[in-house]
């Protein structure tokens, strides 16, 4: 036996922490609610300072929950992930600022088409009856229906914190619907990284067999049975759906439609496997298509 001891192994740092998943999962959330808050109360400057020290605290968080590379990765992920997720989150700001604003009857002073984007929309230059501009920007809407000299009744955010609306335009449902969905979306994604990183646990083991012996069995089911199957089941969802749409209105129709279309494509994704690829994207194709035919009925 020799007088010197062989090296300790290295430890690498616990990888899936639960309290470490948690306290991410809670931040990024309030990550994009805290970009929003700063953008729309003191400007770019400070928007930019809580999109800096967001990325650096989630990607220092994500690199040591699941690896550094991983780490390296978020840093170019995260910050637009953020940037279009404060989107959401922003239209659910502008509706509560703009309903504790004041209404005027406007007319148009000026009109241009919006440039940088695909969809076709227009903004107007809006003056108060005394002549002064109206606080917040210009009008932006999709429709071509006023012209220079209309007149136009708007909500608007005597701070200028908020671009104009009209009161049709404020849909405070729908915008809580889709600012939810993100921010229940970014925190899940935290908590898909946490638990992958995990070493696999019995519960965990047991749910992947499961979801292996349900991709076997759609895929002895056939292309063919598994499209009648569901259209079958489709049926009932989509009476469903457009009873919702014009009934209650607001986000449940929306809640309804994502969650037939995540059954979809569950159901689709073990026919994408050769050779039933092109029978499957019919079927994801064909059931999307009814879809979004079904929410404009």
Request: one cysteine or more; a positive charge.
């Amino acid at each position: 036996m020799s007088g010197t001891e062989a090296p300790r192994p290295r430890t690498e740092p616990r990888r899936g922490s639960v309290p470490l998943t948690t306290a991410l999962a809670l931040a990024a959330p309030l990550s994009l609610v805290g970009l929003t808050a700063a953008y729309g109360s003191y400007g770019w400057p400070a928007g930019l300072g809580v999109l800096v020290v967001a990325t650096a605290a989630l990607s220092a968080g994500l690199g040591r929950l699941a690896g550094r590379w991983r780490g390296c990765l978020a840093v170019l992920i995260v910050p637009f992930l953020l940037f279009i997720g404060a989107a959401a989150t922003k239209n659910v700001r502008d509706d509560l600022t703009l309903n504790t604003g004041s209404t005027v009857t406007a007319h148009v002073t000026d009109k241009e088409r919006t440039t940088g984007t695909r969809a076709q929309s227009w903004d107007y230059a809006l003056a108060a009856p005394d002549g002064t501009p109206v606080p917040g920007g210009r009008l932006n809407q999709r429709d071509q229906d006023l012209r220079i000299g209309d007149q136009v009744t708007v909500r608007y955010a005597p701070d200028g914190t908020a671009r104009p609306k009209r009161p049709e335009q404020i849909d405070l449902g729908t915008d809580l619907f889709w600012a939810g969905a993100v921010l229940l979306g970014a925190a899940l994604a935290v908590v898909a990284v946490g638990v992958r990183a995990r070493p696999a646990g019995p519960l965990r083991e047991r749910l992947t067999a499961l979801a292996r012996a349900a991709r076997v069995r759609a895929s002895r089911l056939g292309a063919v049975r598994t499209a009648l199957v569901w259209g079958a089941l489709s049926a009932g969802w989509l009476a469903l759906l457009l009873l919702a749409r014009h009934t209650v209105g607001g986000p449940l129709p929306l809640a309804l439609f994502l969650l037939h279309f995540l059954a979809l494509v569950t159901c689709a994704a073990p026919l994408l496997e050769k050779p039933t690829a092109k029978p499957a994207a019919a079927l994801l194709g064909t059931g999307t298509g009814f879809l979004l035919l079904a929410l404009f009925l």
